[in-house]
């Protein structure tokens, strides 16, 4: 293998943003729009105040525990498509103890988050188990449980949870005082989500990286038979990288519902884990990666809402850029791939 | 067709697995293409069958250079390659995979397809099924239906490596005479192998490369010693087995029965005793894989009672096995044995590192190295073990193995080792006698198996012989045996 000369390489790595760009800028200029003032928009609306950058840390806390947890699953060799329903698990868990428990903050807080964890690694146990004990392919018990998971919410929202006055599609009640998590003076800011989220990725990035446990997960990964024949318990690494992944992604919905919400909401988990996907793949599954892939998506969520005030484009302009990044770097890693055959 | 080589480089990282290779093969002979473990031969074979890309040099064939970025161009161009694993998709139907790479899959060709399969399989005594699935056919008639496949695409060059590790005697017999008839028809047969036996009574010329360099071309009638001394720069004397004394029993089977949707191997009893060597025998799928898979604890057995040590191991789960210190190598080596895409370090965290928290990387690494040196493995502690070659991956595999075994299982030991390479891992495998392990190994070669073992077993249709002794039998007789005949 010849020694690629690193101007490729750095090409090669920023393509896939070059090329989305290329591609946004055509479907803007097909539908009679600026380009440059549409771009412009979606940066300004992401960072222009402190409100906004608040909005982006918020929006980066349930998208880095997610994307932390799949880079678990994914070492695993795992398609994770449950985090959704993990997250809305963790939410579920959150709600219970804060509309159930009578505690000051200095308690319930940290029994929300315990619970939230709790939540979405069962979620995670119950997805492991079919995979395992049931032989069912994990895409499809994720799938189903999400779809459970939602069906759960919808249910306790307008049954048991309903507030006094009657249901209604914006959810519970607000939680008590002593359940919302605190704020940084008078912004959206979490500081404690914030570190969570901070903590997840780091931890996660630390233990795959040097822990027995990663090397065993990455061994699964690339040849379950073989890492059992070596003495690895298969199905219990794999279990228990649902149970992690299901842990980070349920720590999301419970920051969701007590850090930005403050009730449970119909669609608490706002699609972050689907999103969490795109970003693991887009970081190629590192975790170095991953902070900086989460600040695009976050920026462009945060900033893509403006198009429809501003310009009256549809806001899932967004949506595309997203995605389309996604799509032409796997196109590119496909081509690196066959480079470096070679 | 003719083929040459001129100045052939390839270089993987700071490993030249071909320098500058320069050669000439005349169409219509046997070549023998022969090299200690690592010295470049499959490189130089997947360059020409379009697998990878030299760096530099040129390819010529009669005369006209050529270059294939894939080994469909390489087949186009009349030159196909036969893997030591096979490539077939093993779900598919015998002539769903001689079909394929032959184009427009119409309802017609099949037909057309299935009688020229047939009529191959005829010429060359092959008894392929064309309905049966390539997952359930034996490495040698996977082998066979892969020549046919590459002979219906049309091939002048078919290129062989190592087809002879795996497959029964029969079934070898039945390839070379197929060999011998292509290269009558002109073909040109290249083949690659470790075993000097058969590129004598093959080849009609030979070339040995040595760390990617040609070091010898000979023309037959060849001599053992000077192949040898080419390949190694040193003869080697067959050393005598020193014997070892027997312990207890370690391993007693009572009345074993294991079945599968193809084979039931029954009635299976046997003691074996700490430090004693006992081959397993027969064609391939006789029932050995079931009957070692089955020591190992890694398949159920329907009835009957394991007995490890004093104890009774019969439904206990595989780590268990693990725990009483039962080692198993099996054939299948980037399938079952490794994990493709770790590095060789990191294989040493995974079999040394249990019950710590964290990988001490200083210390896989330092294991890493012990290995590589004392194994002698060509790679570094981050090699990831799919870049060796294939003498390499053994010895990795076999480097591997933890200290102190109670039970060692091995499939095709020296499967895919060089002469020198084999002599040097049964004494190292024969040293762990001292310690008291037993060994039970499987092989298709008879004179490891005469020349290693204490008792033979021969395994025929599921059933399992009485054990002889080694050292009453010869090759001829346990041929006779294997073949279910009386001596
Ligand atoms: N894909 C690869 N990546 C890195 N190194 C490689 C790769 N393939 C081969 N090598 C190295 O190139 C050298 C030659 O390997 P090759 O497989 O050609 O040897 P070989 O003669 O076929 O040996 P063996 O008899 O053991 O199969 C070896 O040192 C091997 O480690
Ligand atoms: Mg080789």
Not at chain 1, 68 to 78: E, I
Not at chain 2, 392 to 403: A, D, F, K, S
Request: charged fraction near 15%.
């Amino acid at each position: 293998m010849k020694a690629r000369s690193p101007a490729l390489q750095v090409l090669l790595g920023v393509a896939p943003i070059l090329l989305t760009l290329v591609a946004a800028t055509a479907i803007l200029l097909v539908a009679g729009a600026n380009p440059l003032a549409a771009f412009g928009q979606i940066i300004s609306g992401a960072f222009e105040s402190p409100r906004k950058l608040a909005d982006v840390a918020m929006a980066m806390v349930p998208l880095l525990l997610c994307a932390a947890g799949m880079l678990v699953t994914f070492a695993a060799g795992l398609w994770n498509i449950g985090v959704e329903g993990q997250v809305v698990a963790g939410a579920l868990a959150t709600t219970w103890v804060a509309l159930r428990l009578n505690a000051p903050a200095a308690v319930l807080l940290p029994l929300t988050v315990l619970a939230g964890m709790a939540g979405g690694a069962l979620w995670g146990l119950l997805i492991g188990l079919i995979r395992t004990k049931g032989k069912v392919n994990e895409i499809f018990a994720g799938l189903g449980l999400n779809y459970v998971s939602m069906a759960l919410t919808n249910y306790l929202i307008f049954g048991p949870w309903k507030p006094p006055d009657g249901a209604t599609m914006s959810g519970t009640d607000p939680f008590p005082r002593a359940a919302w998590m605190p704020v940084i003076g008078t912004s959206r800011a979490s500081l404690p989500a914030i570190l969570l989220a901070v903590a997840g990725i780091v931890v996660i990035w630390w233990l795959l990286r040097d822990s027995q446990w990663g090397l065993r997960l990455k061994a699964v990964g690339q040849n379950e038979n073989a890492a059992y024949r070596l003495g690895i318990r298969t199905s219990r690494e794999i279990v228990l990288a649902f149970m992690v992944c299901g842990m980070l992604a349920g720590l999301a919905g419970s920051l969701q519902t007590t850090a930005v919400y403050r009730r449970l909401i119909p669609s608490i988990s706002g699609g972050y884990g689907y999103m969490a996907q795109l970003v693991v793949l887009l970081s190629g599954l590192r975790a170095q990666a991953v902070p900086l892939v989460v600040l695009f998506f976050a920026a462009i969520q945060v900033g893509s809402p403006r198009l429809e005030l501003r310009m009256y484009l549809d806001s899932s302009l967004g949506g595309v850029l997203q995605a389309g990044t996604v799509l032409f770097f796997l196109l590119v890693r496909g081509l690196r791939q066959r480079l470096s055959k070679e | 067709m003719r083929i040459e080589f001129r100045n052939l480089d390839k270089c993987y990282g700071s490993v030249r697995a071909n320098d500058k290779i320069s050669l000439t093969l005349q169409s219509g002979t046997i070549q023998g293409l022969l090299g200690e473990n690592g010295a470049g031969k499959t490189t130089l074979m997947k360059i020409l069958s379009g697998y990878t890309r030299a760096d530099g040099g040129e390819v010529l064939l009669d005369g006209t250079a050529v270059t294939f970025a894939s080994p469909a161009q390489a087949i186009a161009h009349g030159i196909g390659m036969l893997h030591q694993d096979p490539m077939d998709v093993p779900a598919l139907s015998v002539l769903d995979n001689f079909m394929l790479g032959a184009g427009r899959g119409l309802a017609q060709q099949r037909k057309r397809s299935a009688a020229q399969l047939t009529e191959l399989s005829r010429q060359f005594g092959f008894a392929l099924d064309p309905d049966a699935t390539a997952g359930s056919l034996s490495v040698g008639e996977r082998q066979q239906l892969e020549l046919v496949r590459l002979l219906a695409l049309g091939v002048q060059v078919v290129v062989l490596d190592e087809p002879t590790t795996g497959i029964s005697e029969p079934q070898k017999l039945l390839l070379f005479a197929a060999l011998r008839k292509l290269a009558e028809q002109g073909l040109t047969v290249i083949f690659v192998s470790h075993k000097l036996a058969e590129v004598e009574a093959l080849c009609s010329r030979a070339v040995v490369l040595r760390t990617g360099r040609v070091v010898g071309e000979v023309q037959a009638p060849f001599s053992s010693d000077q192949l040898v001394m080419m390949m190694f720069g040193q003869c080697f004397s067959r050393g005598g087995r020193p014997a070892a004394p027997l312990g207890d029993e370690v391993l007693q089977l009572d009345d074993i029965a294991v079945h599968t949707h193809q084979l039931s191997v029954e009635h299976i009893s046997l003691g074996v005793r700490a430090g004693e060597v006992i081959g397993l025998a027969g064609l391939e799928g006789s029932g050995q894989r079931l009957l070692m898979q089955a020591c190992a604890g890694i398949r159920r057995v329907g009835s009957g009672r394991i007995t490890l040590a004093g104890q009774d191991m019969t439904h206990e789960p595989y780590h268990r096995y693990l725990q009483e210190r039962v080692a198993f190598v099996p054939a299948a080596r980037l399938e079952e044995g490794m994990i493709a895409g770790l590095q060789i370090r990191e294989h040493v965290a995974l079999a040394k590192g249990n019950g710590h928290l964290f990988v001490r990387w200083d210390e896989a690494e330092a294991g890493a190295r012990r290995l590589i040196d004392e194994f002698r493995v060509v790679g570094q502690p981050t090699t990831r073990v799919q870049e060796l070659s294939g003498g390499n991956q053994q010895r990795t595999l076999l480097g591997l193995l933890p200290e102190h075994l109670r039970l060692l299982l091995l499939e095709h030991p020296t499967r895919g080792l060089d002469v020198e390479s084999s002599r040097w891992i049964w004494q190292r495998l024969l040293a762990r006698r001292a310690d008291g392990t037993a060994i039970l190994f499987t092989s298709t070669d008879l004179d490891e198996l005469v020349d290693h073992s204490d008792r033979i077993v021969v395994f025929s249709g599921g059933a399992m012989s009485r054990p002889v002794s080694a050292a009453d039998v010869t090759c001829e007789q346990l041929g006779y045996l294997i073949g279910g005949r009386h001596a």
